[in-house]
């Protein structure tokens, strides 16, 4: 135990030396750092030896110190509140937004508090900052003020200018109106101001006004009653009294308007009769053509049915002197030359078979004929006392008088199709009317404008037949009028083109729809002009409107009105059907007949009232049989 007390002993004095050694080390920094805190705060004015006052002294600021924190807080607080009252909405919001974080600090110190030195400095910065912002904005609007001191003084320079132009005008008008004055003999006092001398014009001048407003009131009146006597004659109307001097003009007046009625009667005369004449001319041709190709059936044939004969000739020829059978070649002739070869019990039965066919149409021609006489006396295809024209017991006859019986039953069937025609144009009067009405006011309009007179269409009244069907024709002697003035037609023509293209197809689709045939249009060119365009539809509805009236003019003499004849023949369409029938048998046992010609039929309908397929079939078999009578019937014992 003894040595280890020893050691223990021995370590505590180490330890107590070791903590004697510390206190004097602690207690020689003590004094140091007393006597250096001492020394400082002696610097600044400090008279004591505690150290504690002297650290006191150190920490407390300076007056230095505390006058600079107060100019800078003034000097802050300054800064904010020199911003106009019209800057505070903006540009003083935008910098106080932006040092929001330091007001809130500057906004803290107590009443006469003081800011320490940290919050000086970045007072200080801050408004470094902030003034330089504020320097250059407002050394902006210093500059942009010059400019505009600048442009304003240049402008005042030339309103100066003009302020004095201005005032030697105003010395000019004085002049001019003191000169007026002195014409008008009115006296100028001296000293007068320029807005009286005005004044006293502009008096003069409005009695001049009126006086002169007041004579042209006379003339426009004057002028305006001979107007509406001008009108009054054209129209027909009691003339207005008038003053003495203007009657002879208006008895002048009188006789031109009755010269122009005189003429536009003699000029609508003459459209109608050269529309007239021109479909005739059209008809006649249509017959003429017709009568050429019937004659033309009368010769022997063409150039090559001849030379075949010819060579068919020299070989019968050449067999019957080599002892050849030449009756086949001669059968062969036969056949070019329109030659029906039958013996006399075929030919006895096909005269019998046409026989009953043709009674059976005698019986339907007179009870036709009954309604209408449109043919002669079907009696002659049933004779009794006296002899006749054809021989009723030979084929040869029973061909002739089928042939003129289906001729009859064609000019039935021709009145009836035109009365079908007349009750179509019936029901489309109304709307054609309201059409040419309407393109009549149109054209009439577009003349009035082109400065001509009103029209000859315009005088035709519309409510009668005959008026629907004059008007079309003299309607186009109006457009080509119109066309005449080539150089102001061109607005006129391109707006009445499409309503002219719109009213002639109705035109057209109506007469084709009476008259039951194609009636063929012209087709206009490529890049037609408007004026080519209503020059074509003008000469194409003066085309239309001829036929027509060359077609319908009995029907318009009668308003449209069928006859009780030509309605009872549309009604007893029965007998029509019935006659064609018969004829059509009778063309049946003709065509089975050797060499015949050709048959190419329309067939007939069953008890539909199709006049249209009627006629066509009508008109084939009739020229079928104008061509089987010209074949010669041979027969042989």
Known sequence: ?????????????????????????????????????????????????????????????????????????MLWRTFFACFRPDEAAFEAAQFQERASQLNARVDALQPGERPDLSLT???????????????????????????????NQAKLGSVQLETAHQSDELQRVSLVVTGALNEMREVVPAGEPLGQQVGRAFSRYRQDLAASRRHAQGMVSATRRLLDAMGAIAS??????????????????????QSRRELEGSVRDLRGQIAKLEAERHELMEEVAARDRRLSRYEEGDAGDIDERLKIYREAFGLLETGGDHRAKLDQVRKLERVISLNDEAEGHAARVADRHLAEM???????????????????????????????????GQIAATRDASRDVVEYLDRARWALGVTVLAKAIPKLRAVFREMVSLVAEWRQQLG??????????????????????????DLETVLK??????????????ILDDCVALYHK???????????????????????????????LSSLAAMCETTFNEAAANEFKLSESDSALLADDHLL??????LDGACEEFAALPNAPAVKFTALTGRNKDFDKFLIGGRQRVEWLEELGLYRVLVSG
């Open 1 to 73: 135990m003894g040595p280890i007390k020893s050691t223990i002993l021995r370590l505590e004095r180490e330890i107590q030396q070791e903590h004697a050694r510390a206190l004097a080390a602690m207690h020689q920094a003590y004094d140091q750092l007393s006597s250096t805190l001492i020394e400082a705060a002696r610097g600044r004015g400090y008279l004591a030896a505690d150290p504690l006052g002297a650290l006191g002294h150190l920490l407390a600021p300076t007056p230095l110190a505390n006058q600079v924190g107060e100019e800078a807080l």
């Open 510 to 540: 109506t007469l084709e729809q009476a008259r039951g045939d194609t009636v063929p249009r012209t087709e206009a060119p490529k890049r037609e002009g408007a004026l080519q365009s209503i020059a074509r539809l003008a000469a194409e």
């Open 236 to 257: 027909r109307r009691e003339v207005p009294a008038l003053p003495p001097e203007a009657e002879s003009v208006i008895a002048e007046v009188r006789k031109l308007d």
């Open 121 to 151: 400095v970045e007072i200080m910065q801050t408004l470094s900052g902030l003034w330089e912002e504020r320097h250059q904005a407002i050394s902006g609007r210093l500059d942009t003020l010059i400019n505009e001191l600048s442009s």
């Open 362 to 396: 005698a019986k339907c021609l007179t009870d036709l004929r009954a309604i209408v006489v449109l043919a002669e006396d079907p009696r002659r295809y049933r004779p009794r006392l006296f002899g006749n024209r054809y021989e009723f017991k030979t084929l040869r």
């Open 577 to 582: 059907r019935l006659a064609l029938q018969n």
């Open 485 to 498: 003035k080539k150089s102001r037609a061109g607005q006129a023509a391109t707006s009445l083109a499409p």
């Open 452 to 477: 001509d007179p009103p029209p000859v269409s315009i005088t035709i009244s519309l409510d009668g037949g005959s008026g629907i069907l004059a008007l079309p024709a003299i309607l186009a002697s």
